[in-house]
């Protein structure tokens, strides 16, 4: 089945240590690429966005993604992580020749020790 | 306020009851979604409107669901005959179209809700 994979459920880092995240879609065609943050006790918040043009995409918050077109993937990245980043991250994806739904990954917690 | 918002923030109901989830969307947004999240999962689409109308039901996974959009702002999500495994948070987001040219809608990213927490007992 068609479907967005998020390959780590959970990952503990201290602060200051690197991140990445990974993404993996299975969908053919022009996809538009998302990933989204829920911090503790809030709702989904965008963090970054790729429709088209430059595959590194820069989001808020020194996160960025890059979008790899012959692997599928759309990795997240942060060189430093906060305690503040602590939070559950969502990959999604949307086909725009097939409707305006977004497809999520399973999500990823992250806890960033202090 | 800005943002997309949703009454009740929580419901618990008995099973067999009816129930109504409201969603609010960002003023002048045209397309609006609902979404369920189960715990430990990542939001599964349920339906999407263009204006008043359902673009896209693919998502409700069976007839007990219904959503409407009379005047195309406010939605209300209803679902009857609650069962247990309703129980989730139901997510509501909008967008605003994109600006493109085509007969093909477009658009712009999602701006996410609260979510009313369901517990059907």
């Known amino acids: 089945a068609q479907s967005v994979s998020q390959h780590n459920h959970h990952v503990i880092l201290s602060e200051a240590a690197s991140l990445e995240l990974g993404c993996n879609y299975s969908y053919g065609g022009t996809v538009n690429l998302f990933w989204y943050v829920q911090y503790p006790g809030q709702h989904l918040q965008l963090l970054l966005k790729y429709f088209s043009g430059d595959p590194l995409v820069k989001g808020i918050k020194g996160f960025e993604a890059e979008f790899i077109k012959s692997k599928f993937s759309f990795n997240l990245r942060k060189p430093s992580v906060q305690w503040s980043d602590t939070a559950e991250y969502f990959c999604a994806v949307k086909r725009p020749n097939a409707g305006n739904m977004l497809t999520f990954g399973g999500g990823t917690r992250l806890m960033v020790k202090p | 306020g800005a943002g997309v918002s949703q009454t009740p923030s929580n419901k618990v109901t008995e099973k067999g009851k009816y129930v109504e989830l409201r969603c609010d969307p960002i003023?002048?947004?045209?397309?609006l979604y609902w979404y369920r999240q189960s715990l430990g999962q990542g939001p599964e689409f349920l339906i999407y409107f263009q204006g008043t109308g359902a673009a896209d039901d693919s998502g409700l996974p069976n007839d007990r669901f219904f959503a409407v959009r009379p005047e195309g702002s406010v939605s209300t999500l209803k679902i009857q005959r609650t069962e247990r495994g309703d129980s989730a948070v139901y997510l509501c987001?909008?967008?605003?179209?994109?600006?493109?040219?085509?007969?093909?809608?477009?658009?712009?990213?999602?701006?996410f809700g609260p979510g009313t927490r369901l517990t059907v007992l």
């Open positions: 003023s002048g947004h045209t397309a």
């Open positions: 987001a909008s967008s605003s179209r994109a600006k493109t040219s085509g007969p093909i809608s477009s658009y712009n990213e999602q701006f």
